[in-house]
Nanobody, 123 residues
C-alpha cells in the first residue's frame, strides 16, 4: 500500500513560482514511477509530468514543457514539481500519483493517488 500526501499549493500571481511536494509512505519508493496530474473545474484530469523510478527519465505535457520540472529525492521518499512562470490556465487541483514499473502518461495507469493540492494563479 502506498500513501501519498501533496503540499505546496497556494494562490499566486501570474509569472510567479511554486514548488509542490509529494511525500510517499512506502517501503520501496524506488520501485515506483511517479506522476503529477491536474484537474480544473469542469475538465478531465490531465497529465502534467512523470519521472521514472531512477529519476533518469522525465516527460512533460507540452503545455508545461520548459516551465515545470519534476524531480525526486529517494532519501526523503518525495517527488517535487517546480512550477515557474505560472499562468492563469495552470489553475487546478494538482495530484501526485504512483505506479510500479515504467512511466506512463495516462491517469488510468496509476494505482495510487494523493488527495490533491490546489494551485490558483491570478492574472
Amino acid at each position: 500500500q502506498v500513501q501519498l500526501v501533496e503540499s505546496g499549493g497556494g494562490l499566486v500571481q501570474a509569472g510567479a513560482s511554486l514548488r509542490l511536494s509529494c511525500a510517499a509512505s512506502v517501503r520501496t519508493f524506488s520501485n515506483y514511477a511517479m506522476g503529477w496530474f491536474r484537474q480544473a473545474p469542469g475538465k478531465e484530469r490531465e497529465f502534467v509530468a512523470t519521472i521514472s523510478w531512477s529519476g533518469a527519465s522525465t516527460y512533460y505535457a507540452d503545455s508545461v514543457k520548459g516551465r515545470f520540472t519534476i524531480s525526486r529525492d529517494s532519501a526523503k521518499n518525495t517527488v517535487y514539481l517546480q512550477m515557474n512562470s505560472l499562468k492563469p490556465e495552470d489553475t487546478a487541483a494538482y495530484y501526485c500519483a504512483a505506479r510500479r514499473g515504467i512511466t506512463k502518461t495516462s491517469a488510468d495507469e496509476y494505482d495510487y493517488w494523493g488527495q490533491g493540492t490546489q494551485v490558483t494563479v491570478s492574472s
